[in-house]
């Protein structure tokens, strides 16, 4: 063996006129030609949240750094790789590939095997190839990271003070994407061509911004605009009916300078007590000063939002701490790359003048968030306060993510309108999560941005296929299987209303185009009323894919098996699935369902006693019809509901419930509904879940004075049916107000009745091991009592990664045409 200097035109040459060569190559290398030992040719294809995390130039420099050549790309499919090695020096190469990939990385496969002999002399990041059929995920669009935020706030940086500054770890991914593979001319950064600096720093492999695609900078970005929503810059008078929209451009930006002036007009808007809708990375958002309460009141009266919760956009974790109890996991959880909204227990005396009680009316939770994109981060510095940051719609619709449409629809909210000139492809709301107030079980609200669309679960192995979920009504949701990737859309909001209708049809046409694929299998919810499956049918009927009905509550039920690995289990599974609406295969309205889950096989044990459902929507709307429909029959309830109807109320409703109802309900959501009305605490209700809110805080509050193993249970026993008869309920509920008892522990004492119904029930089964999904689990406390109570004799099973709402039906539609597939 030998080692010498040889010219690289000589050693080109003799390369370029050369066959290829087989096991054996010389390392061409920093001038030097080694002999090499055998040399081999390898290729790496690397599956999962690969694309827009940094990880081509993470392959780049790792080949660097063990002197490897060869190349890397991306593709419809992944990353792939190709490059010389020796077989221990790619084995390496391949395993710190997995074991020192970017954080934000989440490798699924990854297989080597030893492609056709070929010599490479560098090693380079080569052109995207999207020859293929798409087959990966879907990137999440990932919060403004620390470094990024050091550039926006030092002087002298080139992107100090730009609202749109990003790299390879942080800015937007999902809400810009046009097609696959990630690469800038796929996206909404197309239009923005890079200036001499951005192009150096994209092509610098020193740099953290190299092969960034989102990459820009003021002299070639994103335009900041603001518009007024009447003539004047100062508002004087407006008729909140017949708003008129002169569009006026209050300053257009095209340099740094220009665009301070723009932010600092926004600022100072909010200081005066206006209302901004400011383009943020999934939609719009409408911002007001959190401690104005003209503001405040202006802007529920403007939205038609009476008394639902506004999310607060803090600027730091310090100011956000002199208001709410913050845990660990609540702060790793608001500075994470998601950076989701949060709902936290305000401390007992705020520091603070937030109008807390125009914020969340009559609660003690308050939904915090901090900046997660330049823009608002430069927004809520610049401030220096709490500001509201709640969706930029109206009432009942859904985000608004377009310009035209914002400066249309938006005007009738916002006196000012902050955007710009990068097109938003698919809109989002942010996330939402909770954690329960005395164990922390994470309990996921709202999954949207920052963890929509893909989803990971581990050890879940699906066989490939190529389907659509439809899901429910409320809070929906589509999921889509394409080859063995799952993709749960962003929340959708409810389908009743034509403008979310056409939100889900936007969302879904954009995934179908980008997966360039219809679906063969339609999966749809068993009500045929449903928005969302009417939907499918159409769409099945254009496809010519074939359709699946799937019980909602059952489809509830194998989400939560799903998330937790519990398909293949070969003991049975308990499920309680609670919440407030769902066709059941009996025809009737089902929500407090059992089921046992055993050998493959799924069959409803058990379930809340039946009720009479009244007046159709209106019961959802009004606790007080659920609370005399759960009545009917209980004399001493008379003198509690009487005094919530009118005398002609009073009379109709009594002779329909003499008649007896056709359509009958098990729904526990109905119950809270009732039982929060027999306390005082709402009989009618602006948004959902409010008056069941109002409950769990009631009893949260009795709970924290005297613990949580402080309260008796009503319920001793289940009927002859073994179905939990809530009648015995609401007779220890009645006598307890006619004590005297407090709201507080009457409250406390019907969630602990409910936890006790769970455990008479398993008494009748086998089964140790209990899932629970559904919107009910979105109780905190709820879920605490049942792990305080149940913990010890049973393995429980919650969401993990989706909702337990109605958000996670698609998934679960996906999961239980799988899983007949396999057991069948």
């Not at 694309?51 to 080949?63: S, T, Y």
């Not at 308050?366 to 109206?394: E, H, I, K, Q, W």
């Not at 709402?682 to 924290?704: C, I, N, P, V, Y």
């Amino acid at each position: 063996m030998f080692e010498a200097a040889f010219p690289s035109a000589f050693f080109n040459k003799i390369t370029a006129t050369s066959p290829p060569l087989p096991t054996f190559a010389l390392r061409w290398q920093q001038g030097v030609c080694q002999p090499a030992a055998m040399l081999k040719t390898y290729h790496i294809h690397i599956q999962g949240q690969v694309q827009g995390v940094g990880f081509r130039p993470f392959v780049w420099r790792l080949a660097q750094e063990m002197g490897l050549h060869g190349w890397v790309n991306n593709a419809a499919d992944g990353v792939h790789i190709e490059f010389n090695a020796a077989p221990h020096e790619a084995q390496v190469f391949f395993e710190k590939m997995q074991s020192e990939a970017p954080p934000l990385a989440r490798i699924r496969r990854s297989e080597m095997v030893e492609a056709p002999p070929q010599f490479f002399e560098k090693f380079e990041i080569v052109e995207s190839s999207a020859s293929s059929e798409p087959d990966l995920p879907l990137t999440p669009d990932f919060a403004l990271c620390e470094t990024c935020a050091e550039d926006l706030r030092q002087p002298g940086n080139r992107r100090h003070r730009y609202a749109f500054t990003t790299c390879t770890t942080c800015g937007p991914r999902y809400s810009i994407i046009k097609r696959l593979p990630y690469d800038r001319a796929e996206t909404a950064m197309q239009p923005f061509a890079m200036c001499t600096d951005c192009q150096q720093e994209y092509d610098d492999v020193t740099e953290r911004r190299y092969f960034s695609q989102t990459n820009s900078c003021p002299v070639c970005g994103i335009t900041l605009r603001l518009f007024s929503a009447h003539t004047t810059p100062q508002r004087t008078q407006r008729n909140d009916n017949q708003h008129v929209v002169s569009v006026e451009s209050l300053c257009e930006i095209q340099n740094v300078a220009e665009g301070n002036k723009t932010l600092n007009r926004t600022v100072e808007a909010l200081r005066q007590g206006n209302i901004v809708a400011a383009k943020g990375i999934g939609g719009y958002l409408l911002l007001c000063d959190a401690s104005n309460r003209s503001a405040l009141e202006t802007l529920r009266q403007r939205k038609h939002r009476p008394s639902k919760p506004f999310a607060l956009l803090y600027p730091s974790l310090e100011v956000l701490a002199k208001n709410a109890e913050l845990s660990e996991a609540a702060m790793q959880e608001l500075t994470s790359p998601v950076a989701p909204i949060v709902l936290l227990p305000l401390v007992e005396t705020p520091v603070s003048i937030v109008a807390f009680d125009l914020v969340a009316p009559s609660l003690d939770k308050v939904g915090a968030m901090l900046p997660y994109s330049p823009l608002l981060r430069l927004l809520g510095d610049d401030f220096g306060g709490v500001l509201v940051a709640t969706s930029g719609n109206l009432s009942g619709s859904p985000i608004v993510f377009e310009d035209k449409m914002a400066l249309e629809t938006l005007t009738a909210v916002a006196d000012f309108v902050l955007t710009n000139d990068r097109d938003i492809v698919t809109p989002q709301d942010d996330s939402v999560l909770t954690f329960s107030p005395f164990h922390q079980q994470k309990i996921i609200l709202r999954r949207s941005r920052g963890l929509a669309p893909s989803l990971f679960i581990e050890d879940l192995d699906l066989p490939s296929g190529n389907v659509l979920a439809m899901g429910a009504s409320l809070k929906s949701t589509f999921c889509r299987q394409h080859r063995r990737n799952i993709y749960v859309s962003q929340y959708l909001g409810d389908l009743e209303s034509y403008d979310t209708q056409q939100s889900f049809r936007h969302a879904l046409d954009h995934l179908t185009a980008v997966l360039q694929t219809p679906p063969d299998t339609v999966l749809l919810d068993a009500h045929p009323d449903y928005f969302s499956t009417q939907l499918g049918e159409e769409l099945a009927a254009n496809w010519g894919a074939k359709t699946v009905r799937i019980q909602h509550h059952e489809a509830h039920f194998a989400a939560v098996l799903a998330e937790n690995n519990l398909l293949r289990s070969t003991n049975p599974v308990l499920g309680i699935i609670w919440d407030g609406t769902g066709l059941g295969s009996d025809g009737q309205i089902w929500g407090g369902e059992f089921f046992l889950r055993e050998k493959g096989q799924l069959q409803r044990i058990a379930h809340l006693d039946n009720f009479d459902f009244l007046l159709g929507d209106k019961m959802p709307r009004e606790p007080r019809i659920s609370a005399l429909s759960l009545c009917n029959g209980i004399a001493e309830a008379e003198s509690f509901l009487v005094t919530k109807f009118s005398p002609n109320e009073w009379s109709l409703y009594n002779r329909l419930l003499r008649n007896g109802s056709s359509l009958r309900t098990s729904s526990m959501g109905r119950l809270f509904d009732g039982v929060a009305s027999l306390l005082g605490l709402g009989d009618a209700q602006s948004f959902e879940g409010e008056a069941a809110m109002q409950l769990e805080q009631a009893a949260t509050r009795f709970f924290k004075k005297h613990g949580l193993r402080s309260a008796e249970s009503w319920l001793e026993r289940l009927d002859n049916q073994g179905n939990m008869p809530f009648s015995v309920i609401l007779t220890g509920l009645l006598n307890g107000l006619k004590k005297g008892d407090s709201i507080e522990k009457l409250a406390a004492q019907f969630h602990v009745s409910l936890v006790y119904g769970i455990r008479l029930t398993t008494q009748h089964y086998s089964a140790n091991k209990l899932a629970f999904s559904g919107g009910v689990w979105q109780n905190g406390l709820l879920v605490d009592l049942v792990i305080e109570h149940l913990g010890g004799d049973f393995e429980l099973f919650f969401h993990r990664q989706v909702s337990p709402n109605d958000e996670c039906v698609s998934f679960g539609q996906l999961i239980h045409h799988s899983s007949f597939i396999i057991h069948h």
